[in-house]
């Protein structure tokens, strides 16, 4: 006998926000200079925006894309970066030269073009409560001081309405420039969000935080009367400074780790009867950490451009698997199962590095992750339900340490729509090598039978595949699969993300 799903129809755990499928983008490596902008392209618009990239992120509706960094913004000075004359900066974090070509305009016009809300990370690191509140002037006071006239002599009349802002980047980390103890970023904090609302009440500001009681107590009790968020970031594979990938089956066992930090800021919000005030931006997370060695430890006789050059690994296509995708729609599915208290989630990054979008001069590549958003932002609903599997299957793994674990095989996700009827369910077959069966339960009858059903999954033909220029090994698919029948029993196929619609109209 296989699984069976019970899905309720009437018990609702929230309405996720549609923040949690945003993305993140950096001023690294291939990010920006040759990813998303690349004058001179023909495939680039006037403003030197890859209109391919731009068409590819508006098909997953990129809702919330912050910028410009990551490790890069804390010793990054926007002022270079506005105006006609722009001075090239010396990026201290990624030890290369930013042409700063590429700065505040530039970006919220690409956000404008994309239909997405920008979300600025400020420099807490080298910067100051001041400079921080400068910006916020540039972008979105009316007129009033230096800096609106300064947007406005650079050719934009109207504010730029930058409403997200983040006050650092992982300032709690000895890496980062500019680090800070747990007092001092409590009081940062208070200063720079005092500074902030008082040019714009109307922002919405995060700090930089992460799951641990120190930091984060002193940064809420100092500073949280300004915050609506809180911001964490999590890799699970930490392969910074190897780029030796986990494999499938390790993976398989990340993703029992994908609730971790939710669930210890989520109790330390509730311990602080925070957790109707602030909510958690989870602003930067990827199965896979990005790879850089270390710039502060370069190998003997190791030049600048040969260890700037090992970033090009992070470019290769064949190690964006289907274990890549599968981790991340579980890790969708936990933000949006903790849909009360996680209100945004940025994938790290959007193009290049680990992203779900690689490009080259004359197209992009679709990496495996990118068709889970796509099935994610296009196919899921957007009220959360709750359900339940009878018989859930289990099987074992071995984690990156090589110690065994249990993990579920199946992940998922039920789904309704507050637009229109038809239940639509994400899953996750995690088993390398067998279909699993799953039969359908509604605990009531509001799913009437005779309605369509509707399978939408990649697979690929084995756990090992990906796409790649001229390879498509992880094509999006959509199966029909007849109408419903109560008890109606499905196959799912091994190494698989799906999502099943019911009664949904296309
Ligand atoms: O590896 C990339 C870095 O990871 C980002 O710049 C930073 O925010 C995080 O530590």
């Known amino acids: 006998m296989g699984t069976r799903l019970h899905v309720n129809l009437k018990r609702v755990l929230g309405t996720r926000n549609p923040m949690i499928y945003g ?145 650092g980047n992982e300032n709690w980390g000895e890496w980062e420039l500019g680090a800070k103890t747990a007092e001092e970023w409590g009081y940062f904090v208070r200063e720079t969000g005092k500074m902030i609302k008082h040019v714009d009440k109307d922002t919405e500001l995060t700090a930089a935080a992460l799951p641990d009681l120190d930091w ?136 290049n590095t680990r992203g779900c979008i690689f490009t080259y001069p004359d197209g992009i590549v679709l990496r495996s992750t990118y068709h889970v958003f796509d099935l994610y932002v296009n196919c899921l609903g957007d009220v959360i339900l709750d359900s339940w599997e009878e018989d859930a299957g289990y099987m074992t793994v071995r984690n990156r340490a090589g110690e065994l674990e249990e993990t579920a095989e199946l992940d998922i996700l039920a789904t309704a729509f507050q637009d229109k009827p038809g239940v639509a369910i994400a899953i996750v077959n995690k088993n390398a090598s067998f279909e699993k069966e799953l039969a359908l339960c509604f605990d009531d009858d509001s799913v009437k039978e005779g309605a369509t059903v509707v399978l939408h999954y990649i697979c690929g033909d084995s756990t090992e595949a990906y796409n790649d220029i001229g390879h498509e090994g992880v094509p999006l698919c959509k199966e029909n699969l007849g109408t419903y029948r109560k008890g109606m029993k499905i196959i799912l196929k091994p190494h698989m993300v799906g999502v099943l619609q019911i009664g949904v109209e296309s």
């Not at 007129?143 to 109207?158: C, D, L, S």
């Not at 400074?241 to 390790?250: I, K, L, P, V």
């Not at 509730?270 to 957790?275: C, D, G, K, S, Y």
């Not at 190791?302 to 090992?310: A, G, I, P, S």
């Open 23 to 167: 993305h993140f983008i950096e001023h690294f490596h291939r990010q920006i200079y040759g990813g998303v902008y690349d004058p001179g392209n023909s495939l680039s618009d006037e403003s030197g925006l890859r209109m391919d990239v731009l068409d590819a992120m508006r098909k997953i509706r990129v809702p919330v894309l912050r910028w410009p960094g990551g490790c890069f913004v804390s010793s990054y000075h926007w002022k270079y970066g506005v105006g006609k004359e722009r001075i090239p900066m010396y990026d201290k974090a990624w030890a290369v030269e930013d042409p700063n070509t590429f700065g505040t305009d530039e970006y919220v016009d690409m956000c404008r073009k994309i239909g997405c809300e920008p979300y600025i990370c400020a420099n807490a690191g080298t910067g100051t409560p001041e400079e921080i509140s400068d910006w916020v002037e540039y972008c979105n006071l009316k007129q009033e001081g230096q800096f609106a006239k300064w947007r406005i002599a650079n050719g934009h009349e109207a504010p730029h309405q930058v409403k997200y802002w983040s006050i």
């Open 216 to 351: 984060n107590t002193q940064l809420l009790r100092i500073g949280g009367k300004f915050l609506d968020w809180i911001s964490i970031h999590q890799y699970w594979d930490p392969i910074n400074g190897t780029n030796d990938f986990a494999s499938y089956e390790q993976v398989m066992a990340y993703t029992n780790l994908t609730e971790n930090g939710i669930r210890e800021v989520r109790g330390l919000l509730t311990a602080m009867r925070l957790e109707k005030k602030i909510k958690i931006a989870f602003d930067e997370w990827n199965l896979r950490g990005w790879y850089h060695p270390d710039a502060t430890k370069r190998g003997p006789g190791e030049t600048r451009e040969d260890y700037v050059k090992l970033r090009d690994k992070n470019d290769i296509n064949s190690l964006y698997t289907m274990a890549d995708a599968l981790f991340t729609a579980c890790f969708l599915n936990t933000c949006n199962r903790n849909c009360d208290i996680v209100g945004m989630a940025n994938f790290a990054p959007i193009v």
